[in-house]
């Protein structure tokens, strides 16, 4: 009799799949009573990071309050797909009013809840990186500072989407955008620009920061979990590649996400009262190439000869995530303020 | 209408005095309209408030260009803002110093206006005294009930013990009693002056 | 209950008659002393259940309103001049959404130059807003307007900006009729939603609107604006009975009888116009005066018909549009565009250079001598303007007019003799 050897791991994404774990491990959205918080028939590009991710987030916070969830929303892609007149994907009370301001929004809700004695609801404000690190910035900052309890939530896609690939303060350097085209002799966005909103929420020593991507959909939902057990300002940061402003293809968006963490691109990590308290290890670790390549907004790096010294540039900003945070091998998380 | 403008320093409570003026006609069932010079004025810089009194509603909302009666809380601004504009020669003027408008160097100034409608009070040392702090305002106002004759003592103590509770309106309505009883004495004795220097000539 | 008090301080007490859940502000002059109050009065527990929330800006001020009336709770805020210029594109969201936000606006002149104090630049800016807009004479009207504006916004789902001059009245102590809060209680009922959040019954609320439905969307809420023409005089009627006194509506007049001449104005200037009316009375002049408490939407009809049988409309007003000219005279203008009534902006009283009696009666009294110009300025310094026009054209030292008119004075001063440092 021949047998055939169970694999653990699918192959090349050392992410276990659902139907190999046990039912208590399973994903929110494997199950037959997920909520579907986000429903399906939005508008979202096929391969949509964000569409994935905000139905991750939503569904498993709404899991970790029966229910008893509000969203508030920045305007942005999220925003235009899920509401186009007169539908809504939304099966949860939800509300957009701008682009800058649903962090205070979200604060006026949660005010509103907790003098009508309603504790039980809680609010979700999602944005993407131009409504967080950008436009909202101020009042993001001011909902940190004053702990509101408010789960704020940033699906990162590193540039203004929805208005055509322009540049924001979260795309990174050398990409291209509509606004930092590939031309001239330093092509994309320049070097020493952007903001690491993580570390700026941590500086605010909220309860709860953490980082986390498409790819590893269990752990997001964890995340999520952990940050509703939680009263105060939280802040979830989730990369969500988007296949139009990275020309990547749809099928590469969980692998571009999981190329990103695995590169130490971007650190996956989380952290309580301003510290570091875990990170995702890099299990298989990949040169930055493996993850630029894959992307047209870097095609101008991959020219004949490629442009070595942006990419090793680029390798540099991975290996100093990878020290900072203790990404690879057994070491401690190296923390500011901990050594 | 009798319209009061009270000059001073800003934190010397400049503002309070006119509100607890106004709230001492308002005691006395009179309409009274009490407000700032509006400005963005820091401690210490000069500072106007205004007070209008009267026995039917006041329309009005413009600043007090020709006063009835002025308190300056500072007697250092009367070389410096211009205090004395608009004020008509049957004006009350009520200085906080301990000197003389001669002392002040306005013995000519005050010569234009009617006799005992001029005096001097040292309401910053009765609010030493009383209050144990240098805040003149509610010992002005004693002083500009007994000068005026336009606000009774009793309703300006009531307003002072309103404005500030406890013992700091106790110890600011008995400084405002003290500097009555001083502009009394004071306006006593400037009759008996008078009668003495117009007696040659009688 | 009478009493001597602050204009900040009584509207403050009034606004926590009116029971608001959420109060969010951020400090600007002249609107503190009103958020102070009501914060020292949540702090107190005298206002309770209420969350007092002090944020970063007046955007998020505006914004937390909004998600908090949202959420089906009474919102209050209060600003004035830059602060609800920066809070504009939230503001205009409110009226967009819906939400019956009550809004004091302390009216403040608007930079550069910066200024701090009081004319109607804000509200003006606002006038497009989406907002109805109620302007108060007096510290009486603005507490009885601000108790008005929230039956009134939740009537109609529609936000209250409550506009009252900034230092003039919000720093003016005088007396008030302060509401009991069993009135209020009658006037007001609670806040009952007409669509708000909740997870029993799942709504999005700030969904996209294409060019199929937008301006439906727009002209529904024109219509419901118009409705507060009908609504605010009902709603004073029943004001008066409950609490006894009149309340403002939506024009008020004032010795308009036989009256060739009519002047117009927004506010406490008010106070200082009828006092200049009853002097140009004694000496002859038929003039009256009529008053705008409902701003937006504009009581046309209502302004025409107090305006009928004047010769002429004198418009006093606090801000204008430079090029263009009187804010509220283009609607008054409009008001009266089937009569032959000739309408005169005179423009006062900005960054608060104070209109006096005086000032108004020289105006009336040009009327009377048929030169009041279009458009004038009250109490103009022409030497400056005069001054300053030369210095561009002859183009001797550049830099804006405002700082060329502040460099200006003093006059400079000989310098001394002496080797240069």
Same mark, same amino acid.
């Given at each position: 009799?021949?047998?055939?050897?169970?694999?653990?791991?699918?192959?090349?994404?050392?992410?276990?799949?659902?139907?190999?774990?046990?039912?208590?491990?399973?994903?929110?959205?494997?199950?037959?009573?997920?909520?579907?918080?986000?429903?399906?028939?939005?508008?979202?590009?096929?391969?949509?990071?964000?569409?994935?991710?905000?139905?991750?987030?939503?569904?498993?916070?709404?899991?970790?309050?029966?229910?008893?969830?509000?969203?508030?929303?920045?305007?942005?892609?999220?925003?235009?797909?899920?509401?186009?007149?007169?539908?809504?994907?939304?099966?949860?009370?939800?509300?957009?009013?701008?682009?800058?301001?649903?962090?205070?929004?979200?604060?006026?809700?949660?005010?509103?809840?907790?003098?009508?004695?309603?504790?039980?609801?809680?609010?979700?404000?999602?944005?993407?990186?131009?409504?967080?690190?950008?436009?909202?910035?101020?009042?993001?900052?001011?909902?940190?500072?004053?702990?509101?309890?408010?789960?704020?939530?940033?699906?990162?896609?590193?540039?203004?989407?929805?208005?055509?690939?322009?540049?924001?303060?979260?795309?990174?350097?050398?990409?291209?955008?509509?606004?930092?085209?590939?031309?001239?002799?330093?092509?994309?966005?320049?070097?020493?620009?952007?903001?690491?909103?993580?570390?700026?929420?941590?500086?605010?020593?909220?309860?709860?920061?953490?980082?986390?991507?498409?790819?590893?959909?269990?752990?997001?939902?964890?995340?999520?979990?952990?940050?509703?057990?939680?009263?105060?300002?939280?802040?979830?940061?989730?990369?969500?590649?988007?296949?139009?402003?990275?020309?990547?293809?749809?099928?590469?968006?969980?692998?571009?996400?999981?190329?990103?963490?695995?590169?130490?691109?971007?650190?996956?990590?989380?952290?309580?009262?301003?510290?570091?308290?875990?990170?995702?290890?890099?299990?298989?670790?990949?040169?930055?190439?493996?993850?630029?390549?894959?992307?047209?907004?870097?095609?101008?790096?991959?020219?004949?000869?490629?442009?070595?010294?942006?990419?090793?540039?680029?390798?540099?900003?991975?290996?100093?995530?990878?020290?900072?945070?203790?990404?690879?091998?057994?070491?401690?998380?190296?923390?500011?303020?901990?050594? | 209408?009798?319209?009061?403008?009270?000059?001073?320093?800003?934190?010397?409570?400049?503002?309070?005095?006119?509100?607890?003026?106004?709230?001492?006609?308002?005691?006395?069932?009179?309409?009274?309209?009490?407000?700032?010079?509006?400005?963005?004025?820091?401690?210490?810089?000069?500072?106007?408030?205004?007070?209008?009194?009267?026995?039917?509603?006041?329309?009005?909302?413009?600043?007090?260009?020709?006063?009835?009666?002025?308190?300056?809380?500072?007697?250092?601004?009367?070389?410096?803002?211009?205090?004395?504009?608009?004020?008509?020669?049957?004006?009350?003027?009520?200085?906080?110093?301990?000197?003389?408008?001669?002392?002040?160097?306005?013995?000519?100034?005050?010569?234009?206006?009617?006799?005992?409608?001029?005096?001097?009070?040292?309401?910053?040392?009765?609010?030493?005294?009383?209050?144990?702090?240098?805040?003149?305002?509610?010992?002005?106002?004693?002083?500009?009930?007994?000068?005026?004759?336009?606000?009774?003592?009793? &309703?300006? +103590?009531?307003?002072?013990? =309103?404005?500030? $509770? *406890?013992?700091?309106?106790?110890?600011? !309505?008995? @400084?405002?009693?003290? &500097?009555? +009883?001083?502009?009394?004495? =004071?306006?006593? $004795? *400037?009759?008996?002056?008078?009668?003495? !220097?117009? @007696?040659?000539?009688? | 209950?009478?009493?001597?008090?602050?204009?900040?301080?009584?509207?403050?007490?009034?606004?926590?008659?009116?029971?608001?859940?959420?109060?969010?502000?951020?400090?600007?002059?002249?609107?503190?002393?009103?958020?102070?109050?009501?914060?020292?009065?949540?702090?107190?527990?005298?206002?309770?259940?209420?969350?007092?929330?002090?944020?970063?800006?007046?955007?998020?001020?505006?914004?937390?309103?909004?998600?908090?009336?949202?959420?089906?709770?009474?919102?209050?805020?209060?600003?004035?001049?830059?602060?609800?210029?920066?809070?504009?594109?939230?503001?205009?969201?409110?009226?967009?959404?819906?939400?019956?936000?009550?809004?004091?606006?302390?009216?403040?002149?608007?930079?550069?130059?910066?200024?701090?104090?009081?004319?109607?630049?804000?509200?003006?800016?606002?006038?497009?807003?989406?907002?109805?807009?109620?302007?108060?004479?007096?510290?009486?009207?603005?507490?009885?307007?601000?108790?008005?504006?929230?039956?009134?916004?939740?009537?109609?789902?529609?936000?209250?900006?409550?506009?009252?001059?900034?230092?003039?009245?919000?720093?003016?102590?005088?007396?008030?009729?302060?509401?009991?809060?069993?009135?209020?209680?009658?006037?007001?009922?609670?806040?009952?939603?007409?669509?708000?959040?909740?997870?029993?019954?799942?709504?999005?609320?700030?969904?996209?609107?294409?060019?199929?439905?937008?301006?439906?969307?727009?002209?529904?809420?024109?219509?419901?604006?118009?409705?507060?023409?009908?609504?605010?005089?009902?709603?004073?009627?029943?004001?008066?009975?409950?609490?006894?006194?009149?309340?403002?509506?939506?024009?008020?007049?004032?010795?308009?009888?036989?009256?060739?001449?009519?002047?117009?104005?927004?506010?406490?200037?008010?106070?200082?116009?009828?006092?200049?009316?009853?002097?140009?009375?004694?000496?002859?002049?038929?003039?009256?005066?009529?008053?705008?408490?409902?701003?937006?939407?504009?009581?046309?009809?209502?302004?025409?018909?107090?305006?009928?049988?004047?010769?002429?409309?004198?418009?006093?007003?606090?801000?204008?549009?430079?090029?263009?000219?009187?804010?509220?005279?283009?609607?008054?203008?409009?008001?009266?565009?089937?009569?032959?009534?000739?309408?005169?902006?005179?423009?006062?009283?900005?960054?608060?250079?104070?209109?006096?009696?005086?000032?108004?009666?020289?105006?009336?009294?040009?009327?009377?001598?048929?030169?009041?110009?279009?458009?004038?300025?009250?109490?103009?310094?022409?030497?400056?303007?005069?001054?300053?026009?030369?210095?561009?054209?002859?183009?001797?030292?550049?830099?804006?007019?405002?700082?060329?008119?502040?460099?200006?004075?003093?006059?400079?001063?000989?310098?001394?003799?002496?080797?240069?440092?």
């Amino acid at each position: 009799m021949t047998t055939t050897p169970v694999h653990f791991y699918q192959v090349g994404s050392y992410a276990a799949g659902n139907r190999l774990v046990g039912e208590g491990d399973r994903t929110v959205q494997s199950g037959a009573g997920r909520t579907n918080a986000l429903d399906s028939g939005h508008r979202a590009c096929q391969g949509c990071g964000e569409a994935l991710g905000a139905r991750y987030v939503l569904d498993a916070a709404m899991r970790s309050c029966d229910g008893q969830l509000m969203a508030v929303n920045a305007t942005g892609c999220l925003e235009v797909f899920s509401t186009p007149f007169p539908e809504t994907s939304w099966r949860i009370p939800w509300l957009h009013s701008l682009f800058g301001n649903a962090p205070p929004v979200a604060t006026g809700v949660s005010a509103a809840l907790r003098v009508k004695g309603r504790t039980d609801v809680r609010v979700v404000a999602q944005a993407g990186d131009g409504g967080t690190v950008d436009i909202g910035l101020a009042c993001l900052s001011g909902l940190f500072e004053r702990d509101d309890d408010v789960l704020f939530v940033c699906y990162d896609n590193e540039a203004y989407m929805n208005t055509g690939v322009q540049r924001s303060g979260a795309t990174p350097p050398a990409a291209r955008t509509a606004t930092t085209e590939a031309v001239g002799d330093s092509p994309g966005n320049p070097f020493g620009q952007g903001k690491d909103l993580p570390r700026i929420a941590m500086a605010h020593d909220i309860p709860y920061v953490a980082t986390a991507t498409v790819a590893d959909l269990h752990d997001l939902e964890a995340k999520v979990e952990r940050a509703m057990e939680i009263r105060g300002a939280r802040y979830l940061h989730v990369l969500v590649p988007c296949p139009l402003g990275w020309g990547s293809a749809p099928s590469d968006t969980i692998e571009l996400a999981r190329l990103a963490q695995e590169t130490g691109i971007f650190p996956v990590f989380e952290a309580r009262d301003g510290s570091v308290t875990s990170v995702s290890p890099i299990r298989c670790r990949q040169p930055v190439e493996a993850y630029l390549s894959r992307q047209r907004r870097y095609a101008h790096l991959f020219t004949d000869p490629p442009r070595q010294d942006v990419i090793d540039h680029i390798q540099a900003i991975a290996d100093r995530n990878i020290a900072r945070y203790g990404l690879v091998g057994s070491d401690a998380p190296a923390t500011d303020g901990e050594h | 209408m009798f319209q009061v403008r009270i000059h001073g320093r800003g934190g010397q409570g400049v503002v309070a005095a006119a509100e607890i003026l106004s709230m001492a006609a308002f005691d006395e069932g009179r309409f009274a309209q009490a407000f700032p010079s509006f400005g963005s004025e820091r401690m210490g810089a000069p500072v106007v408030s205004y007070c209008r009194i009267d026995d039917r509603p006041i329309r009005t909302h413009e600043p007090i260009a020709e006063p009835d009666a002025l308190i300056v809380q500072d007697p250092t601004l009367v070389h410096q803002v211009d205090l004395f504009g608009g004020l008509a020669d049957d004006a009350y003027v009520l200085v906080n110093t301990s000197k003389s408008f001669e002392g002040l160097g306005l013995a000519e100034f005050a010569s234009r206006f009617r006799p005992g409608r001029l005096l001097t009070c040292p309401a910053t040392a009765l609010a030493l005294e009383y209050v144990g702090r240098p805040l003149p305002n509610a010992a002005l106002l004693g002083g500009f009930a007994a000068l005026t004759g336009r606000i009774s003592l009793d &309703a300006l +103590e009531k307003a002072i013990s =309103e404005r500030f $509770a *406890g013992v700091v309106g106790t110890a600011n !309505a008995a @400084a405002a009693r003290a &500097a009555f +009883e001083f502009v009394v004495d =004071e306006a006593r $004795a *400037g009759q008996d002056r008078e009668v003495v !220097a117009r @007696a040659p000539a009688d | 209950m009478l009493q001597q008090i602050e204009g900040s301080q009584a509207v403050a007490r009034a606004v926590a008659c009116c029971r608001p859940e959420v109060v969010c502000a951020y400090p600007i002059s002249p609107q503190t002393h009103i958020i102070e109050a009501i914060g020292v009065l949540v702090r107190t527990g005298e206002l309770a259940p209420c969350e007092f929330i002090n944020v970063e800006s007046e955007f998020a001020a505006m914004s937390v309103s909004i998600g908090a009336s949202a959420t089906g709770a009474r919102a209050y805020t209060a600003t004035a001049s830059q602060g609800l210029l920066y809070m504009m594109e939230a503001v205009h969201n409110a009226s967009g959404l819906e939400l019956p936000i009550v809004m004091t606006l302390a009216n403040r002149a608007i930079g550069a130059p910066i200024n701090i104090w009081n004319d109607h630049s804000d509200a003006m800016a606002a006038s497009d807003a989406g907002w109805i807009q109620l302007f108060a004479e007096t510290n009486q009207e603005a507490v009885d307007l601000h108790v008005l504006a929230f039956r009134l916004a939740e009537e109609l789902s529609l936000p209250v900006m409550v506009c009252m001059d900034g230092f003039v009245l919000t720093h003016a102590v005088e007396q008030v009729d302060l509401p009991e809060q069993g009135r209020v209680d009658a006037f007001l009922p609670p806040y009952a939603p007409h669509q708000f959040l909740d997870p029993a019954d799942p709504v999005s609320i700030g969904a996209m609107v294409g060019p199929e439905a937008f301006e439906e969307v727009k002209v529904l809420a024109h219509l419901r604006q118009l409705d507060a023409l009908d609504r605010i005089p009902e709603l004073a009627a029943e004001f008066e009975e409950i609490f006894g006194r009149p309340s403002a509506g939506l024009v008020g007049t004032y010795r308009t009888e036989g009256a060739d001449t009519i002047v117009v104005a927004l506010g406490s200037v008010l106070g200082t116009i009828k006092d200049a009316v009853d002097e140009r009375r004694r000496a002859g002049q038929r003039v009256g005066v009529v008053g705008i408490t409902t701003f937006r939407p504009f009581p046309t009809s209502e302004v025409r018909s107090a305006l009928a049988g004047a010769r002429q409309v004198v418009v006093i007003e606090k801000a204008f549009r430079a090029g263009g000219g009187g804010v509220l005279s283009g609607d008054v203008t409009l008001a009266v565009q089937d009569s032959d009534v000739g309408v005169h902006t005179v423009v006062a009283g900005l960054g608060g250079r104070p209109i006096t009696r005086r000032g108004v009666e020289s105006v009336l009294g040009s009327a009377a001598r048929g030169e009041l110009e279009p458009l004038s300025f009250l109490d103009l310094d022409n030497a400056v303007i005069e001054h300053e026009r030369a210095r561009v054209l002859s183009a001797s030292s550049p830099g804006p007019d405002g700082t060329a008119t502040v460099r200006r004075r003093p006059p400079p001063v000989a310098s001394p003799v002496g080797e240069a440092p």
